[in-house]
């Protein structure tokens, strides 16, 4: 049961343009959504985050954008840098009986092409 | 302010070795999470812990794994008896409070030959 799908395993973008990754969910308890980059070797690290009750959250060249009746959100990177080059992943948090827990997409292979 | 320590990075066990893996949550972090990734998959939930309770362990197998977080010291996860399909990326999370958000160490990557 795949509650959070990331449907294109890769994207390719160019240099200075825009990247879009895009992340799809089932369950309506989610509360909290978050994006994450992965170096390979490397732990996840956090980027930017959304609450269920918001519909877009920017921070510098990052903005997450939800829609709650699609549930659907996107991840917009712009300008893509060459260092943006990673596997990005989709999370949903869901909170049950005093605990916390995050589900993961597949995630996204992005390279930035020069 | 450190992040968070897991050790070893690599570990690599013959079948039926049994695997301890060590996390260190970022100082003033007593809420600690293990996911564990195979290969070409997305990160999927284990465990999560509070200093000496197990809160949520709906994600760990049923047999073989074990998890803890002392009073004092790191959080273990322990693999007893360890087959091939055991062969993962563990990453261990930790987060300030149940409402902030969790942060990574760089996990361990364990090989069961």
């Known amino acids: 049961d795949q509650q959070v799908k990331q449907n294109s395993p890769s994207l390719s973008v160019q240099e200075g343009r825009i990247s879009i990754l895009n992340c799809d969910y089932t369950?309506?308890?989610?509360?909290?959504f978050l994006w994450y980059k992965k170096y390979p070797a490397e732990g996840p690290t956090f980027l930017i985050s959304?609450?269920?009750?918001?519909d877009k959250n920017e921070d510098g060249r990052f903005t997450v954008f939800l829609n709650k009746s699609a549930k659907h959100l996107s991840l917009h990177i712009v300008p893509s840098q060459p260092g943006d080059s990673a596997v990005y992943f989709c999370?949903?948090?869901?909170?049950?009986?005093?605990?916390?827990?995050?589900?993961f997409g597949q995630g996204t292979r992005l390279t930035i092409n020069p | 302010n450190a992040g968070v320590m897991q050790n070893p990075r690599h570990l690599v066990r013959r079948r039926g070795q049994e695997a301890r893996l060590r996390c260190s949550p970022m100082?003033?972090?007593?809420?600690v999470y293990w996911y564990r990734q195979l290969p070409e998959e997305g990160l999927k939930f284990m465990v999560y812990?509070?200093?000496?309770?197990?809160?949520?362990e709906s994600g760990m197998p049923k047999e073989r794994f074990s998890a803890e977080f002392p009073k004092e010291g790191p959080s273990i996860l322990r693999i007893q008896q360890v087959v091939r399909g055991d062969s993962a990326a563990y990453f261990c999370?930790?987060?300030?409070?149940?409402?902030?958000?969790?942060?990574f160490g760089p996990g361990t990557r364990l090989l069961v030959l």
């Open positions: 999370a930790s987060s300030f409070s149940i409402q902030e958000t969790q942060y």
């Open positions: 369950n309506s308890m989610f509360d909290y």
């Open positions: 959304i609450s269920s009750i918001k």
């Open positions: 999370a949903a948090r869901r909170r049950i009986q005093g605990a916390q827990k995050l589900v």
């Open positions: 100082k003033g972090h007593s809420h």
């Open positions: 812990l509070q200093k000496e309770n197990i809160i949520d």
